[in-house]
């Protein structure tokens, strides 16, 4: 065996002539898989059939999960969970009357279910802009519909970040101010 001093090329040596005699088909891939772990494990040999009743769902309906789930996943949804928050929280005025707050001040950790489900909303909003911009480069759209989603694209991604800063100077009162 050809000795280079130094184990990379000892490798690179063995790779190379491992694929020179298994050929360049893409082989290699096959003989380490077939001598390390199916030398090991035995596949069993089943025969899966689909169900009938199972089809592919609509391009929408696939979209409508995922954006459901990004609904509830940035709304905290599993810390909700875990801590269990009140929905809305409640503070004291100076006349010693209560008043509800939607928002947990001085804690960015933290928040109220109602809070998490706005932020959401706003993320959600923002995000939809994004898809509606990225659906006006179709070539088919006409002009004048082309035009009117990207001012609503621009709106909804305006209004998300307009509100969601504005949600963090109410959970930070002072935060970005010169």
């Not at 898989?33 to 169900?51: A, D, E, H, S």
């Not at 509800?100 to 802009?129: D, K």
């Not at 709106?155 to 969601?164: A, E, P, Q, T």
């Amino acid at each position: 065996m050809l000795d280079c001093g130094s184990r990379d090329y000892r490798f690179i040596f063995i790779a190379s002539y491992l694929n020179e005699s298994l050929g360049r088909s893409g082989k290699m891939l096959d003989f380490v898989y077939n001598q390390t772990i199916f030398g090991v494990l035995q596949p069993p040999n089943i025969k899966l059939k689909r169900p009938t009743w199972i089809r592919q769902p609509a391009p929408m309906t696939v979209f409508a999960g995922i954006l459901l789930s990004y609904f509830l996943v940035t709304g905290g949804v599993i810390y909700d969970v875990i801590v269990e928050p009140p929905s809305i929280g409640s503070t004291t005025d100076e006349n010693g009357h209560s008043r509800p707050v939607a928002f947990m001040p001085w804690r960015v950790n933290g928040q109220y279910i109602m809070e998490g489900l706005a932020a959401s909303f706003l993320f959600t909003l923002g995000s939809l802009g994004f898809i509606i911009f990225d659906q006006t480069n179709n070539p088919l759209m006409p002009k004048l519909n082309r035009s009117i989603w990207v001012g609503v694209g621009f709106v909804c991604i305006l209004v998300s970040f307009g509100m969601c800063w504005v949600f963090m100077r109410m959970k930070l009162p002072g935060y970005l101010q010169n």
